[in-house]
């Protein structure tokens, strides 16, 4: 199993992977603040900007054992989502962490829909950057 320290490591690689706005990979670099994403526009998740996410975040993060480092918010046709890319902290799944096919990057995320709680999961998702920011695309 991969220490905290080095799944923070690997998700800093993840957002260089992913062609992220530079000031946001060194942001969760030095002090661990997850940017959301919506469209291409990026916020911090911190006590100012979107802190009912702190919770969540923390908790994905305790029950599975592992790290998220950005999120992004859509409003799908099965529910508000926020798709939290997540870098595991076991060795036999960071074959997961940034595939790259064209111009999409498929990567692991957990995604929480806020209205079917139920309906949360784990799976791949893909993203293409946009401006510096990361869009959910499938």
Same mark, same amino acid.
């Given at each position: 199993m991969f220490t905290r320290e080095q799944m923070k490591e690997k998700a800093v690689r993840n957002l260089k992977e992913l062609n992220c706005f530079p000031a946001y990979k060194e942001k969760f670099r030095r002090s661990n603040v997850v940017t959301m994403y919506e469209g291409y526009g990026g916020y911090y998740v911190d006590e100012t900007q979107n802190? &009912?996410?702190l919770p969540i975040i923390e908790d994905i993060e305790k029950q599975y054992n592992g790290v998220i480092y950005a999120v992004i918010h859509n409003?799908? &046709?099965?529910?508000?989502?926020?798709t939290f890319l997540w870098q595991t902290s076991y060795e036999e799944d960071d074959a997961y962490s940034v595939q790259t096919e064209g111009n999409v990057h498929y990567t692991f995320a957990y995604v929480y829909n806020k209205d079917c709680p139920d309906w949360s999961e784990f799976g791949t998702v893909g993203i293409v950057s946009r401006f510096g920011g990361l869009v959910r695309v499938s």
């Open positions: 802190a &009912e996410l409003i799908m &046709e099965f529910g508000d989502c926020y």
